[in-house]
Antibody, heavy 126, light 108 residues
């Protein structure tokens, strides 16, 4: 049974960066896409971006362009999300999620997110 | 970007009742790439429905999805105590992936 295990909670100062990891265990890693979704306290779900390890390409929501970097290390079956220039509004639970890959005319696309990590709380506070 | 709107915001029902949740898209969702997730407090979301109407692995058959184009529905035929939660729709047919704001199903 595939599981995604995320790194622990973080407390950061405004203006700093945070890097959250997501390790896949119990199954293949490269043949799926990993997305990152965040949820501010009491709010809904917000897609930040994702990566397809087998292609090594990441794409990002426009809102986070220039501030987020998503990478993957196939040798350790681990994906990473780094968010920089943190502000208080970035306080949220950050989830990684797995989706199957489908090939579309416009390039590879990700299907629904069938497996989620347990979430990582990131608190930004001075 | 496709904007998803969910209604109602909150649905107050009793166990055993039928729940009907709506998700409307600002433009047509490609090939019915529409999913529904359930989220309970302190937990990660769980995939219920993908492709608008296909149940994910292990999801009870009291959950069903329907719709196409811009209008989609999640139906819970008979609410069980464990079904009281927040439900999100998501479209994954166009980039960026977007989620609706959620519908909370609470106990009446």
């Amino acid at each position: 049974q595939v599981q995604l295990v995320q790194s622990g909670a973080e407390v950061k100062k405004p203006g700093s960066s945070v890097k959250v990891s997501c390790k896949a265990s119990g199954g293949t890693f490269s043949s799926y896409a990993i997305s990152w979704v965040r949820q501010a306290p009491g709010q809904g779900l917000e897609w930040m971006g994702g990566i397809i390890p087998i292609f090594g390409t990441a794409n990002y929501a426009q809102k986070f362009q220039g501030r987020v970097t998503i990478t993957a290390d196939e040798s350790t079956s681990t994906a990473y999300m780094e968010l920089s220039s943190l502000r208080s509004e970035d306080t949220a639970v950050y989830y990684c999620a797995r989706g199957s890959i489908r090939l579309a005319a416009a390039g590879p696309r990700v299907d629904a997110f069938d497996i989620w990590g347990q979430g990582t709380m990131v608190t930004v506070s001075s | 970007e496709i904007v998803l709107t969910q209604s109602p915001g909150t649905l107050s029902l009793s166990p055993g009742e039928r729940a009907t949740l709506s998700c409307r898209a600002s433009q047509s969702v490609s090939s019915s790439y529409l999913a529904w997730y359930q989220q309970k407090p302190g937990q990660a979301p769980r995939l219920l429905i993908y492709g608008a109407s296909s149940r994910a692995t292990g999801i009870p058959d009291r959950f069903s999805g329907s719709g196409s184009g811009t209008d989609f529905t999640l139906t819970i035929s008979r609410l069980e105590p464990e079904d009281f939660a927040v439900y999100y729709c998501q479209q994954y047919g166009s980039s960026p992936v977007t989620f609706g704001p959620g519908t909370k199903v609470d106990i009446k």
